[in-house]
């Protein structure tokens, strides 16, 4: 391995993974890294755009896929197989091989690691991530030694050698990457987990941190309400009570500590009377939230590791009822925003600054434009008159260290991107009275009626998930009169119901199940819940089978909106021939 090689290296979160990472990083080369769920089309394109000649694979899955697939990346001269447990293929070496060889270099004298260290500037590349794709081909993200750095100071934890992070996230993904630097940095013990062993291992682990996504929190959401559905009429009573009391004591701190959302400037006289009014609130109720926040909200939780200092949420947006669910009864989830191209962190919540609603204050460093899609005109800042731009919707730019270096071999799509320093992120977004980010949608998902109505579809898509009918869900409508819906259905739920519900092909040829998921549709998403007339569902179709990772849905559950729109294309066609 040489300096300045890219390295591949395709498996998900375990201890050989790490230090197949730290053995690239201390050659001064740059990884490569995607999970083990990376498809055919995805291996020959990414080894072969990066140019790598080494890579690390997880598994004898792995293995066999580059072995049927050798002729498509003659570039590739070495390949090394992670798992100790499995046994190397014609060609590749074991991970415990290329150790030993190490070893005895090492006895030998070798001390190439020193020199190669020594000579890594900030500049260097330290990874090569190449985008999950939700809007087209990956892209070959290059961040730098830089980048990586510029976040370890602004995660808002502070981590020791006592604390315990649970990583869960994929370990490639820039998100979980910069915790895993940063905890190493720290001394933190870290331990592995996924979605299958989540319950049991918050439980033997009790971490203090982890980083997660929203579906997680939806998950654990939906566990702890159908637990108290089916629990004694009266610890439901005693669990309804305690979260009452919960939710107007967190409310009344938030306001009082400058933490509720603020989208207005609001005038000074009128924010000294209603602070009156929660302090009197607070008072009234402390002495009933402190008996019940221990009795009946203290185990719920336990159920969650019971010693989080907080857990920070992103890779998406958090649904509201679930963001303010868990801060009410005292799980601190801080959510925060950024991508891949900003290594990832621009915003993110503190644990003294939990504005419900926003991703937080700017991380230090980080420069923000709120900018109009339609004039260009720069929205916020407005230097003559600073409070102007303030919630003015437009897209997010961004200007820090974070930002990348650009895309790989991509010089076009890179000068696109990245103009004059400033990052164009397509999200939509505003700055708010208290000087928190709220995030609004994604430019580039935005759903254009005929009408000329613009819509965002992720806050439908995430109320329609609330629903215990649909798992899944993804709005489309584009260049139509009215948006329709692609539904996932729980089929649990429909049982439960006396619906067929054998599989996820009967339930899309039930009458009865599109009846009820129509009236669902149409009970959530209502003028009553503060969403437009053209917001409104018209029409839906059942899938007959779910969204998978690496298929329709990225490694953080993000929806791959073009392959599900290519890949039921004629279901989407049909539906609005249907009521023409």
Known sequence: ???????????????????????????????????????????????????????????????????????????????????????????????????????????????????????????????????????????????????????????????????????????????????????????????????????????????????????LWESLHQRILKGVQEAHPMRRLLFHTAYFLSHYYKSSLFYLTQNDLQMSPGKIWKRLLFSLGHSLRLLLILPWYGFFNAAVLEPIRMSAGGSLKATISGGGALPGEIDRFFNYIGIPVLEGYGMTETSPVIAVRTVDRVVIGTVGPLVAGTEIRIVDLETGEILFPNTSMPDEGRCKRGEIRVRGPQVMKGYYREPERSGETVVDGWLRTGDIGMVTFNNCLKILGRSKSTVVLTSGENLEPEPIELWLRQSPYIENCMIVGQDQKYISALIVPDPEEFRKRGVDADSLESLAASEKAYEMIRSEAKRIISRANGFKSYEQIHDVRLLPEKFEVGRELTNLYKLKRHVIHDKYETVITEMYQAKQ
């Open 1 to 215: 391995m040489n300096a300045r090689d890219h390295v591949g290296h395709f498996g998900d979160n375990r201890l050989e993974w790490i230090l197949a990472d730290y053995a690239v990083q201390i050659a001064g080369a740059a990884d490569v890294p995607r999970g083990r769920d990376v498809t055919d089309h995805e291996l020959i394109y990414i080894i072969n755009h990066s140019r790598m000649r080494i890579a690390f694979v997880e598994t004898t899955e792995l293995q066999e896929a580059i072995l049927r697939l050798r002729l498509e990346f003659p570039g590739l001269k070495e390949v090394i197989l992670l798992d100790p447990g499995a046994e190397p293929g014609d060609g590749f070496r074991s991970l415990k091989e290329v150790e030993k060889l190490g070893e005895e270099l090492r006895d030998s004298g070798d001390r190439r690691a020193e020199e190669r260290m020594s000579g890594i500037q900030p500049d260097d590349l330290f990874t090569l991530i190449y985008t999950s794709g939700t809007t087209g081909r990956p892209k070959g993200v290059m961040l730098t030694h830089r980048n990586m750095m510029s976040q370890t100071s602004v995660i808002p934890v502070s981590l020791s050698f006592t604390d315990r992070v649970l990583s869960l996230l994929p370990i490639w993904h820039i998100f979980e990457r910069v915790f895993e630097v940063y905890t190493i940095s720290s001394g933190t013990c870290t331990y592995y987990s996924s979605i299958r062993t989540l319950g049991e291992d918050l439980k033997q682990v009790e971490p203090t941190f982890m980083g997660s996504a929203p579906r």
